[in-house]
């Protein structure tokens, strides 16, 4: 499956961001869908993943309530709401796809990448 993530931006602290990911190639219903971050010098981290059919979503902890995936199968489409950004939030965002079991939360269990948004929030 190609993932192609868009909707970053340069924000100021306090705003709200949407990105998207649009996948293509492969019935995107059978994937469960991750977003992961990473910012300068740091290592990639979780931020938030959706299950196959919406039922389940999970959060980084420093995200929950602040951040919301969604997912459209009819557009083959996953999303991230962000909301209340801060300047920590300054990262590139990447969407993942997981086709088979394996972790929510570990990188290393997606096995289909996204190119990344750049996300910058200004203080």
């Known amino acids: 499956v190609q993932l192609q993530a868009s909707g970053g931006g340069l924000v100021q602290a306090g705003d709200s961001l949407r990105l998207s990911c649009a996948a293509s190639?492969?019935?995107?219903?059978?994937?469960?869908m991750g977003w992961f971050r990473q910012a300068p010098g740091k290592e990639r981290e979780f931020v938030a993943a959706?299950?196959?059919?919406?039922?389940?979503?999970y959060y980084a902890d420093s995200m929950k309530g602040r951040f919301t995936i969604s997912r459209d199968n009819a557009k083959n489409t996953v999303y991230l709401q962000m909301s209340s950004l801060k300047p920590e939030d300054t990262a590139v965002y990447y969407c993942?796809?997981?086709?088979?079991?394996?972790?929510?939360?570990?990188?290393?269990?997606?096995?289909?990448w996204g190119q990344g948004t750049l996300v910058t929030v200004s203080s």
């Open positions: 190639g492969r019935t995107f219903s059978n994937y469960v």
């Open positions: 993942a796809a997981r086709r088979y079991s394996g972790s929510y939360y570990d990188s290393r269990d997606y096995e289909f």
């Open positions: 959706i299950s196959r059919q919406a039922i389940s979503t």
